[in-house]
């Protein structure tokens, strides 16, 4: 069984909405600071959005007042969620978790989902 499983990726209008989701088993979820990276074609990923184990958020710039990173407990879940999209936020979106201080007790990833905003 795949550690995190991403969902809700896809084409959408500039300036709409869409909220990835990445559903995580609960053996690494309930001790791990979370994130979400992008990528773009040929660059590095990107941290996008974390949460801590705490519930403490922050952000990059270019998603400060777009994005929101939130988790359920109960579903063991953590979404991002994006609104006012722009075209230059086209990029494969990674789900991330890390277990204990820098991932040192384990890192995983998801598979990516592509996020396309069209102009």
């Known amino acids: 069984q795949a550690p995190l499983v991403e969902s809700g990726g896809g084409l959408v209008q500039a300036g709409g909405s869409q909220r990835l989701s990445c559903a995580a088993s609960g053996s690494i979820f309930g001790l791990s600071s979370m994130g979400w990276y992008r990528q773009y074609p040929g660059k590095q990923r990107e941290l996008v959005a974390s949460?801590?184990?705490?519930?403490?958020?922050s952000y990059a710039d270019s998603a400060k007042g777009r994005f929101t990173i939130s988790r359920d407990m109960g579903k063991n879940t953590v979404y991002l969620q994006m609104i006012s999209l722009k075209p230059g936020d086209t990029a494969v979106y990674y789900c991330?978790?890390?277990?204990?201080?820098?991932?040192?007790?384990?890192?995983?990833w998801g598979q990516g989902t592509q996020v396309t905003v069209s102009s």
């Open positions: 991330n978790v890390k277990k204990g201080p820098g991932g040192v007790l384990g890192d995983y």
């Open positions: 949460i801590t184990a705490g519930g403490r958020t």
